[in-house]
């Protein structure tokens, strides 16, 4: 299947400093790519919607200026968490859709001290 | 709201049998489904997808789809303790992002 690569794998920063995550669809163009964010023991909720060349698209209750998503190109998206707290530690993964199928990054483990 | 509602579990069976795993769905107009296998710490991967009424077999995985009772499932037969995780149901289509449910733990006991 295709490859869709999210780096880095882990991080941890101190509060109130910024990260960025990045995502590459590896083999592949795509024009979409999707965040989401997973909790332990919970699902993964879809945060946003990047689009190349345009805005993302925000899901309701996800701050658009504390998670900067830019997609400028047809194959990296990054997420820049903002500002970080202790809350926005969690499991951050990306996807990209080919065809019917959607690819997963291997997913961003943030820790916020 | 679109919902995706799955049993948490755990899910424990026997080594060799048939894991049956359930999920239903509030969106009428989801067209596509799909299943995922999470091990913990890792990403999603997925095991199968389908759009049509009915069963779709793939190795020793099995997905039923009924959209007028909107409920999808998962079979997997001759269980290995490898098939041990958590199994993500997903609705979703086109431009769109997935919908998943909270995943169902399964535990294949030796």
Redesign the interface.
Known sequence: ?AVVS?HPSWVICKSGTSVKIECRSLDFQAT?M?W?RQFPK?????MA?SNEGSKATYEQGVEKDKFLINHASLTLSTLTVTSAHPEDSS?Y?C?ARLN????????T?LTVV | QKEVEQNSGPLSVPEGAIASLNCTYSDRGSQSFFWYRQYSGKSPELIMFIYSNGDKEDGRFTAQLNKASQYVSLLIRDSQPSDSATYLCASGGGADGLTFGKGTHLIIQP
Do not use: D, N, P, V
């Not at chain 1, 919970?42 to 879809?46: G, H, N, R, V, Y």
């Not at chain 1, 019917?100 to 997913?107: H, N, S």
């Open positions: 299947g999210q979409t999707f989401y919970q699902s993964l909720m879809l919607t499991f993964i996807s019917t199928e959607a690819f997963f990054g291997q997913g483990r």
